[in-house]
Structure formats: C-alpha cells, structure tokens
C-alpha cells in the first residue's frame, strides 16, 4: 500500500546531541513537508520541498536541517542549536499538480523526547 | 491564506450529525476551505474541501454560505471513533505550497 513512513516513531536524545528523523513516501508525490506539533496546538511548518535538492524554510526552522537527495526521502536533523527541541514531528507529502493540491498525505508521526 | 476561527471543543451524541463551524470572513476568491481531522497521537487526515458549492463525499459533508464567509463540515452520524481534532484551513493552491493548521476543534462523540 502506498503511504508515507515515519521512523522512529519514539526517541530519547540528551542535550547538545543532534537527531536525525526519517520520513520516506512511496505515493510519487513532488512535495514533502515537515510539521512540528506541541501539546494543544496546530501545526506549524518546519521546512518544505517541491523537488529534488531544493527546499524552503517554513515558519519555525532555526535549529533544523533538511536534504531532499531522493523524491522519495525527505529526512530532518534537529540539532543541537534548537532550543525546545521536545515535540510531535509530522512528515507528510502532496502533488503539485493535476488535482487537489491542497491535500497533504500524513505519517504517523514521530515524538522527540529530549532529556 | 486567510484567517479561520473554529471553536476550541465541541460535544455531540453518537448517531447524531456532528456540525462544525468555521468562519473565514477574509477568505479571497481563489481560496478553498479545507477540512482535516487528526485522532490523538496520529498524523492529521484529509475529509474534504470545496471552493463555492457544497460538496459531500464518504466521510462528511461541506457547506460552504453564499457569500463563503463561513462553512459547516457535517459527519452525518458520528460515531467514537469521529473524536478528533478538525481543522478548518483556507488555502489557496496553485504555487503556494503552505497550509497552515491553526488549534482546530476537538469534537468529542458521547456514547
């Protein structure tokens, strides 16, 4: 089945180390994005992509890196230079074109607990 | 995209119709209103969304005023599994690539 694969869906890092969270998608989509989620809130948009070795900064992207290498991989390092790292992580994918571009296809999720 | 204002939770019985407003008063011409819903801990899933006339798929249905200052998304018969966060989103498509989530409402189906 085609989706989109977040991994790992939990992990602990201690301060000062850098984490890197792997999101990978088999639907062929252009785009991908990344979400970072805190407790009772919306998302807000870390980084996107709409094609290969290109990327934007979203609203919140100090303290993390993307690489779009692959169309199908879209992977984000949260350094050690982010300062709140704790939270819920979502990857999620769209096409660009030939329809509802405004739908956004989700994985479940990633928690990054910092200690 | 423009603003949208939900309300923060609502409460409905199941079997009932659940309706879930959302004003979007700024909303321009080629913006769409889009409905998400996300169950606690999971990625957000898109229901449905919809430009000037009312649209209706397996999942729900969208109501969107004459004037689309405002839309009403409506699970015909919510059932537990119907708790969830929706989110309201006005986006406009095209090269703009951002959707922007704000807090949402939380529906909570009541047995």
């Known amino acids: 089945d085609g989706g989109i694969t977040q991994s790992p869906k939990y992990l602990f890092r201690k301060e000062g180390q850098n984490v890197t969270l792997s999101c990978e998608q088999n639907?062929?989509?252009?785009?991908m994005y990344w979400y970072r989620q805190d407790p009772g809130q919306g998302l807000r948009l870390i980084y996107y992509?709409?094609?290969?070795?290109?990327?934007q900064k979203g609203d919140i992207a100090e303290g993390y890196s993307v690489s779009r290498e692959k169309k199908e991989s879209f992977p984000l390092t949260v350094t050690s230079a982010q300062k709140n790292p704790t939270a819920f992580y979502l990857c999620a994918s769209s096409k660009l074109a030939g329809g509802n571009t405004g739908e956004l296809f989700f994985g479940e999720g990633s928690r990054l607990t910092v200690l | 995209d423009a603003k949208t204002t939900q309300p923060t939770s609502m409460d409905c019985a199941e079997g009932r119709a659940a309706n879930l407003p959302c004003n979007h008063s700024t909303i321009s011409g080629n913006e769409y209103v889009y409905w998400y819903r996300q169950i606690h801990s999971q990625g957000p899933q898109y229901i449905i969304h919809g430009l000037k006339n009312n649209e209706t798929n397996e999942m729900a249905s969208l109501i969107i005023t004459e004037d689309r200052k405002s839309s009403t998304l409506i699970l015909p018969h919510a059932t537990l599994r119907d708790t969830a966060v929706y989110y309201c989103?006005?986006?406009?498509?095209?090269?703009?690539?951002?959707?922007?989530f704000g807090k949402g409402t939380l529906l909570t189906v009541n047995p």
């Open positions: 992509s709409q094609i290969v070795n290109d990327f």
């Open positions: 639907l062929n989509h252009d785009a």
């Open positions: 989103i006005a986006h406009s498509g095209g090269s703009n690539y951002k959707l922007t």
